[in-house]
C-alpha cells in the first residue's frame, strides 16, 4: 500500500528537532523536577537537619532561660541579629544550596542548556478565547488532569499506610514524654514524607516518559514535509557553507594521520597535492592516501615538510592522481611508470633500496 503523503509516518529530522529546540518544545516534566526537590529536601533534612535543630533548641534555651537583656540599643539588636543570621546562614546555606543544584540538575538533565529570552516577551495570540479553550480540552491539559488526581490518590494512599502501621506507637503517646513525642512525630513525618516524595519521584518518571512519547509524536512528519525540507536545506546557502566546512574539517583531520605515512607528495605545484604511500609486502601497487585542493593542499604540503616526507612537483602527474584516483584506491595501470619514477627518485633521495614486491 502506498503511503499517504497526508500522514505523519517519519521520524522528524536533526533540522526539524532543532527548530522545535529553538522554540521551546521539548520533552519536559516539571513534576519531576519538584519530586527531586522534595526528595533531597528531606534527604538533606535527615542528613544536616540534627545540627540545625540543636542550634535552635540552644538559641531557644539562652533566650529563655539565660540571663536578660539589660540594655535594649540599637547596637545591640543589630549585633544579636547579625549573630542569629550567621548561625543559621553556616548551617542552612548548604542546605539551600543542594537544594538549588538540585533544581537546576533535574531541568538540566531532562532538555540541556536552553536559552530562550523570547518567551519572556508578551504572546497575545494566547488571549485568543477559541485558542484558549482548544487547550483546555486538549491532550495535555487531560494527561495533567489524570496526573494530578492520581498524585492526590497517591499521597492520601501512602500517607495513610505509613501511618497505619504505626498505629499503636500513635496510640501509645500518651505514655510519652514530651522529648519522646517530639522525637517520634518528627520521625514518623519526615519518613512519611520520604516515601510520599518517592511515590511521588515513580510518577513524574512516568510523566516525562509521556511527554518524551508526545513531542516524539508531534514532530514526526509527512514524506511531502520531508523532501520539502532536504530541498530547502539544500539550497540555503548557509547549510551549503556549513556541509563544505564540516567536509573540510573531516579531511583535515584525515590527512593529519594519513600524511606521515606516505613516502612522496606529488604537487601541481601550488593548487593540487596528492601523498602516495606503496608497502610491496602489503600493496600490489602504490596508494593514495591524502589528496586535495587549495587549502587542503597547503595543508598536505605543511604536514610533508614537517615530517621529511619529499615533496616533487609533477603537474600532469599530479592532475591526473588528482582527477582519477579516489582516497585509499590504487594506482591504475597506465599511471604506474609515473609513479614508479617518483619512488625511485624518492628512495634514491633517501640513499634506500627501492622496495620490490617478494617473489614466492
Same mark, same amino acid.
Given at each position: ?8 509516518? =517519519? ?7 532543532? =527548530? ?20 533531597? /529536601? ?18 531557644? !534555651?539562652?533566650?529563655?532561660? /539565660? ?35 538540585? /533544581?537546576?540538575?533535574? $531541568? ?26 482548544? %487547550? ?40 510519652? !514524654? ?57 539550497? $540555503?546557502? =548557509?547549510?551549503?557553507?556549513? %556541509?563544505?566546512?564540516?567536509? %573540510? ?42 589528496? /586535495? ?20 612537483? %609533477?603537474?600532469?602527474?599530479? =592532475? ?41
Amino acid at each position: 500500500m502506498a503511503e499517504n503523503d497526508g500522514d505523519k509516518t =517519519q521520524d522528524a529530522t536533526p533540522h526539524r528537532r532543532q =527548530q522545535a529546540r529553538e522554540e521551546g518544545q521539548v520533552a519536559k516534566s516539571q513534576d519531576l523536577a519538584s519530586a527531586a526537590l522534595l526528595l533531597v /529536601g528531606l534527604a538533606a533534612l535527615l542528613w544536616m537537619g540534627g545540627p540545625v535543630v540543636e542550634m535552635l533548641a540552644r538559641y531557644a !534555651t539562652e533566650q529563655l532561660g /539565660g540571663e536578660p537583656w539589660l540594655t535594649a540599643d540599637p547596637q545591640f539588636f543589630v549585633a544579636h541579629a547579625q549573630r542569629v543570621a550567621y548561625a543559621l546562614a553556616y548551617y542552612m546555606l548548604p542546605i539551600f544550596g543542594l537544594l538549588i543544584f538540585t /533544581g537546576i540538575a533535574a $531541568n538540566f538533565l531532562q532538555v540541556g542548556f536552553l536559552f530562550l529570552p523570547e518567551k519572556l516577551s508578551p504572546d497575545l495570540t494566547r488571549l485568543d478565547p477559541l485558542q484558549g479553550f482548544a %487547550r483546555i480540552f486538549s491532550l495535555s491539559n487531560l494527561v495533567r488532569l489524570v496526573m494530578g488526581l492520581l498524585k492526590m490518590g497517591l499521597v492520601a494512599g501512602v500517607a495513610y499506610a505509613s501511618l497505619y502501621s504505626q498505629r499503636e506507637k500513635i496510640l501509645g503517646l500518651t505514655v510519652m !514524654t514530651t522529648p519522646e513525642i517530639a522525637s517520634f512525630l518528627s520521625q514518623i513525618l519526615i519518613w512519611t514524607s520520604m516515601k510520599i516524595a518517592m511515590a511521588l519521584l515513580l510518577l513524574a518518571v512516568l510523566d516525562y516518559g509521556f511527554q518524551w512519547w508526545k513531542q516524539e509524536r508531534d514532530l514526526r512528519m509527512t514524506s511531502q514535509e520531508v523532501r520539502e525540507e532536504m530541498k530547502n536545506l539544500e539550497a $540555503n546557502p =548557509q547549510m551549503v557553507a556549513r %556541509r563544505k566546512q564540516v567536509q %573540510r574539517e573531516l579531511a583535515m583531520h584525515r590527512i593529519s594521520s594519513a600524511v606521515p605515512k606516505a613516502d612522496a607528495v606529488i604537487t601541481n605545484p601550488t593548487e593540487l597535492a596528492i601523498a602516495i604511500q606503496y608497502d610491496p609486502e602489503k600493496m600490489a601497487s602504490p596508494i593514495v592516501v591524502a589528496k /586535495g585542493a587549495g587549502l587542503i593542499a597547503a595543508r598536505i604540503r605543511k604536514l610533508a615538510l614537517e615530517h621529511g616526507i619529499p615533496i616533487l612537483e %609533477r603537474k600532469p602527474l599530479a =592532475q591526473a592522481l588528482y582527477r582519477e584516483v579516489e582516497i585509499d584506491h590504487p594506482i591504475p595501470q597506465d599511471r604506474f611508470a609515473a609513479v614508479a619514477e617518483v619512488l625511485a627518485y624518492v628512495y634514491q633521495l633517501k640513499g634506500k633500496q627501492i622496495p620490490t614486491p617478494d617473489k614466492k
